[in-house]
């Protein structure tokens, strides 16, 4: 953002807001300093590859838009799971295991189609 700007939460959604890069941003939610919504969490990672709003403004389609798509919601024991559209399950019958999705979580940057919601901090899977 220019110099000056100031990031007003509306302090119902948000209670708390700041400016970050994006990979700032995913650094912070994965050390649990800042934490990210799942809809935030995915749209910084898209907007990883752009580092100025020129290239961001170049990528964009007006053709783009395409019908909305869900994720999915699994609810386990401790935490969650989200799946989303992309993923190559999504849409079949899916059975989550909780055990070794530590193991499973993405670097940023790195593809993902699952959100893993482990001790308060959404992560991406790998896919």
């Known amino acids: 953002m220019p110099e000056g700007q100031v990031c007003v939460p509306d302090d119902r959604e948000t209670v708390h807001g700041l400016w970050v ?6 650094q912070e939610n994965i050390r649990g300093e800042i934490p990210l919504s799942p809809p935030t969490l995915i749209t910084l990672h898209e907007l990883l590859p752009y580092n100025k709003l020129a290239d961001l403004t ?27 559209p992309w993923d190559p399950q999504y ?11 530590e193991e499973k ?23």
């Open 105 to 127: 979580t993405a670097a940023i940057g790195a593809p993902f189609s699952r959100l893993w919601l482990h001790k308060g901090i959404w992560r991406p899977l790998k896919t």
């Open 58 to 84: 170049n990528a964009l389609r007006p053709d783009a838009w395409a019908e909305p798509q869900l994720p999915v919601l699994f609810k386990l024991e401790k935490g969650a799971v989200i799946v989303e």
């Open 91 to 101: 849409g079949k019958e899916i059975e989550i295991k909780p055990n070794g999705l």
């Open 21 to 26: 890069s994006p990979l700032k941003g995913l």
